[in-house]
């Protein structure tokens, strides 16, 4: 199922929606959004460029097997968890910086750990579809 | 309304478990994601539903001027949700193994090997 | 003592990664363990024997009471002493008994097992720890009778034992508790101190009758005899070591053991004299007509406990005396009759009477023991078993005048039996003319042949001088059991007398009744006759009917279906569901609550109520999905209208990633089989457990709707939402602030399900490629 109009609206779909995860992403703490909705709108991003071209041509766009964003994102999690015990707080704490920065606003550790878990998501995701894809076909 | 939805999570219910008493392993796994629904939906409706109100807080504001809607049964589903994919995906993936086995979607046919071992 | 207790369950746990260095060479060195722990016991015999006791005590449950308290007064020095002495004996010949045996270093560990439960039984002082080693001793015993298990005759024997003896266990159990409640101390020492409060409580016809049980079911009496004949498929060591020497007499120990707390009252003596005495009479009269040289052996051996039972039951303390004697006594020769069957078996490779004859032409030194044995069996004078013989008459002749001769008449009785049946066992197969099928049967190593020979020696030594036995040991037992200082002397020869009379008398009779008591299959036979009416049959047709009732009620309740596990599950859900809104009160809806009902809510209901009707009645598989999907978005479009933006964001990405999901994989599956046995009748069962399930809940939730909702935490998260996680996304800040633990692991089984399905399917893909 090639067709040129689908292939045509993936190649601009495929970074405004990403994009638009991002933004979902990093506004998710003071609107709708946040890493779970990030992460599924990236993924399916991705899908919808997979539709177009094909699993393989997605899968070379990634560079890296999506499994290996699993570790990456629970890596980035935990550690946001574990941070404040540097500091001798309890785990989970939330660490802020004092000052907000423009766009994006006040960047803490609960940031941190929702990019995590966007970065799980995604890797869970993909490599769900990816893999059942390649072996279907 | 609240009365609509109370029906609405019957049928679903209802639909759920006739799906799961099927022999057929799809209908299974559709009957377990009809109940999941289902019990979204009743969650959901724990927390009073509330319309035009999201909970979140205004932006020049610190804390809720207004009534909002109950955050925590939207925290649950949210969770719900992600987590039923995974179970889902999961389950359509032992599904097809299971086919490609046994060449057939027959709850049944899964129990003949094991009888005839005995 | 710990150190002293735990070390055969030490040197057992050794023997699983080291056990194969024992299992042919060096299985010898194993018997150092008993004997030294042998050498340890007596040497506290002059200390004990004074009537001292020692104490010792560790913690290990203390909230329980549960405490490895120990102590080592007479009667657990005279029980120690015979564990380790046989024990020494048993591991030296088990050693080329089973010589090459695969399982040789398993046998071995069992055996160390068992050892140092038995010496916790002996030497505990708590009565719960008292109890974990007396099942200790039963799971030992089924292990070692069931040793070879590709026998199923060995198995069945096994469980029954196990069976008998732990249910044992549980009446014991419960005795024990109940005792400890009244007395309100779990230490057997404190117990004596209270024994009046017992005596005069209540529960006390409770306690004993639950204290026998355990007792009698140890130790083989009527009518729980029976598992005792078919442990004999162990081995013969351990036929020698558990089934007559040690285990069996665990319950003799614990009678002996209660006497001061438990003993002194009619009902007390009545039942164990009553008991004890048809199990001698009745066990001592079936010995005479076994073939089998094992079984002759296990019926008199049952016979001895009922001696030794009938014994504590009088109570008195020549009746204590003559059974603690009659212990040492019967564990001495009944061990050497065990050996030498052992030997007999092991090299004719038949234990059966009526092939086996004249082997005293090939087996010497194994002729010596055997006939040695049988004649301390028999009372011959000068053998200890004479002394253990006296003393029995001594005290039922001397025991309450008004029944004194019918003691006396069931003691003879049983000792007549038992002259012959020992004679059978120690001597038949000696006599006559050798059988030429065992021409070429030769002496066995001298690990195997020696330990008989020694033990026969030993009884008699111990007859010419039972001073030794008197001075040390039966004195240090009477102040263990009666707390008073006793002087007790064994003699030989106390002079012309009754007692010398009727032991005289019983030799000769029993003499000629073994002259008389040939061999014969047929007597059997008619013995077996009765077998019907026997307490095992009825044990048996139990055991039966519970095995078929298990079978039937598994059968009905795991048939393999899982929609019928299912159909179970809920409807049982239903029922329990239903009763609650039963009992729960009436139902009101409060209409001025309510919501009112807008048109485009209303009708996304009902298309929602529409694609779940049209997925139940479709029978294409695409038509369901479609219709799950449209239910998914729906749904999300119900979240909108309700104030729950993120909710509806994930729903509907989440939808359709199941799609495209159901779309990779069930694209070249086959429609929905419509299946020939999903009949009318099963449809509309299903609907209508269904629809009542969808009744239900719909009812639940009105109901929960009637309750005012606790709105405290949401309250609590919509205050500090912002002030403590600087959030405004209350949904967004309970994820991955308030919660966050919640969702830390719920990203983690997201990962398991990941590398599940990855898994799963390049598992698959290696799996036919070797096909």
Request: proline share 4%; with cysteine.
């Amino acid at each position: 199922m090639r067709s040129p109009i689908l292939q045509t609206a993936a190649k601009y779909l495929l970074p405004i929606l990403l994009l638009f995860s991002a933004f979902l992403l990093l506004r998710g703490h003071y609107h709708p959004g946040g890493g779970f909705v990030g992460g599924l709108v990236a993924s399916i991003a991705f899908v919808l460029h997979s539709f177009a071209y094909g699993t393989d041509n997605t899968m070379k766009l990634l560079w890296y097997k999506p499994l290996t964003l699993i570790p990456i994102g629970l890596m980035i999690a935990s550690a946001a968890m574990f941070a404040p015990v540097l500091f001798g707080l309890p785990v989970m704490t939330g660490l802020w910086f004092d000052q907000p920065i423009p766009v994006i606003g006040m960047i803490g550790s609960a940031l941190f750990f929702d990019l995590g878990v966007y970065l799980v998501v995604i890797g869970v995701v993909l490599t769900i579809l990816f893999t059942i894809s390649l072996y279907t076909h | 309304m609240e009365l609509l939805l109370v029906m609405l999570i019957g049928v679903l219910y209802a639909a759920g478990v006739y799906f799961i008493l099927r022999r057929s392993m799809v209908r299974l796994l559709l009957g377990i994601m009809l109940l999941g629904n289902g019990t979204n939906i009743l969650i959901f409706l724990l927390g009073n539903i509330t319309k035009g109100k999201p909970p979140i807080i205004d932006a020049d504001l610190k804390v809720f001027a207004d009534i909002y809607a109950d955050p925590i049964p939207q925290a649950l589903i949210l969770t719900a949700i992600v987590i039923s994919f995974g179970l889902t995906s999961f389950a359509i993936v032992l599904l097809k193994r299971v086919y490609a086995l046994i060449g057939s979607d027959d709850l049944d046919d899964l129990n003949t090997p094991e009888e005839e071992d005995i | 003592m710990l150190l002293i207790v735990l070390s055969g369950l030490i040197t057992s746990c050794l023997l699983i990664p080291f056990g194969k260095f024992f299992r042919s060479k060096w299985s010898l060195s194993l018997a150092v363990l008993p004997l030294a722990l042998f050498m340890y016991f007596a040497g506290h015999i002059p200390f004990i024997s004074q009537g001292n006791t020692i104490v010792e005590s560790h913690r290990w449950v203390p909230s329980l009471s549960v405490n490895f308290d120990f102590s080592l007064n007479g009667l657990s020095l005279l029980f120690s002493l015979l564990i380790t002495g046989i024990g020494s004996i048993i591991f030296i010949y088990a050693s080329s008994y089973l010589k090459g045996h695969v399982y040789q270093d398993r046998f071995l560990g069992y055996l160390c097992l068992f050892m140092s439960a038995m010496l916790g039984v002996v030497l505990s002082d708590n009565i719960l720890l008292l109890f974990v080693f007396w099942e200790l001793t039963s799971i030992s015993s089924f292990f070692l009778i069931g040793f070879n298990n590709d026998n199923s005759e060995s198995r069945k024997s096994a469980i029954t034992a196990l069976s008998i003896t732990g249910l044992g266990g549980f009446f014991l159990l419960a005795g024990l508790i109940l005792m400890s409640q009244v007395a309100g101390t779990y230490s057997i020492g404190k117990l004596v101190e209270s024994a009046q409060v017992i005596t005069d409580h209540q529960y006390y016809p409770i306690i004993i009758a639950l204290v026998f049980v355990g007792a009698f079911t140890k130790s083989a009496q009527f009518p729980f005899h029976f598992w005792l004949p078919g442990a004999m498929k162990a081995p013969t060591p351990v036929s020698a070591y558990l089934h007559s020497a040690t285990m069996v007499k665990a319950g003799i120990f614990l009678l002996a053991r209660f006497t001061p707390v438990l003993g002194g009252t009619d009902a007390w003596s009545w039942t164990l004299m009553a008991v004890g005495g048809f199990t001698m009479i009745y066990a001592a009269f079936h010995s005479l007509f076994r073939i089998d040289l094992k079984g002759v052996l296990a019926y008199s051996t049952i016979s001895a406990l009922g001696i030794l039972t009938f014994l504590i039951g009088m109570g008195s303390e020549e009746a204590l005396i003559a059974a603690c004697t009659f212990i040492v006594v019967h564990a001495l020769y009944k061990a050497t009759l065990f050996l030498v069957t052992g030997i007999i078996d092991h090299e004719t490779g038949t234990r059966d009477l009526t092939k086996l004859s004249g082997l005293r032409a090939v087996l010497v030194p194994v002729f010596i023991a055997g006939l040695l044995a049988a004649l301390s069996s028999a009372g011959l004078p000068l053998s200890v078993g004479f002394i253990g013989k006296d003393l029995i008459y001594e005290a039922t002749l001397h025991a309450d005048a008004t029944v004194s001769m019918y003691l006396t008449a069931a003691a003879i009785l049983t000792n007549i039996c038992l002259v012959a049946a020992g004679f059978m066992a120690g001597i038949r197969p000696f006599t006559g003319k050798l059988n030429p099928a065992f021409e070429k049967v030769h002496l066995p190593h001298a690990t195997m042949w020696i330990p008989p020979l020694v033990l026969g020696i030993l009884g008699f030594i111990l007859g010419f001088f039972p001073g030794i036995l008197g001075k040390y040991v039966v004195t240090a037992v009477l102040n263990g059991m009666t707390g008073m200082p006793a002087a007790v002397e064994l003699k030989i020869w106390h002079g012309f007398n009754l007692v010398l009379l009727l032991s005289i008398g019983t030799l000769v009779v029993g003499a000629v009744l073994y002259l008389l008591n040939k061999p014969r299959a047929g007597s059997l036979q008619l013995l077996e006759r009765f077998n019907r009416l026997s307490p095992q049959a009825v044990f048996g047709d139990i055991s039966h009917f519970f095995v078929s009732f298990s079978e039937r009620y598994t059968n009905l309740f795991h048939n393999g279906f899982l929609r019928s596990y299912l159909l179970k599950i809920i409807v049982f859900a239903e029922i329990l569901l239903l009763y609650e809104l039963l009992i729960g009160g009436p139902i009101f809806i409060d209409y001025s609550q309510l919501s009112p009902i807008t048109f485009y809510e209303a009708a996304n209901v009902f298309i929602l109520i529409g694609a779940v009707i049209m997925t139940v009645t479709t029978s294409s598989r695409l038509t369901a999905v479609v219709g799950t999907s449209v239910i998914g978005y729906a749904i999300c479009l119900m979240f909108v209208f309700y104030s729950a933006p993120d909710l509806a964001i994930t729903q509907f990405t989440i939808d359709t990633l199941t799609v495209v999901l159901f779309v990779f994989v069930l694209f070249n599956l086959p429609s929905f089989l419509n299946f020939s046995t999903n009949n009318k009748a099963t449809v509309v069962r299903d609907a209508f457990v269904a629809i009542s399930f969808g009744v239900i809940l719909s009812i639940i939730a009105i109901k929960v709707l009637q309750q005012p909702t606790s709105i405290d935490i949401s309250n609590y998260y919509g205050k500090y939402a912002y002030e403590l996680a600087k959030g405004k996304n209350v949904v967004n800040v309970i994820l991955v602030d308030f919660r966050g633990f919640d969702t830390m692991f719920e990203i983690v089984v997201l990962s398991i399900a990941a590398l599940g399905v990855y898994s799963l399917l390049k598992l698959r893909l290696k799996s036919s490629e070797k096909e």
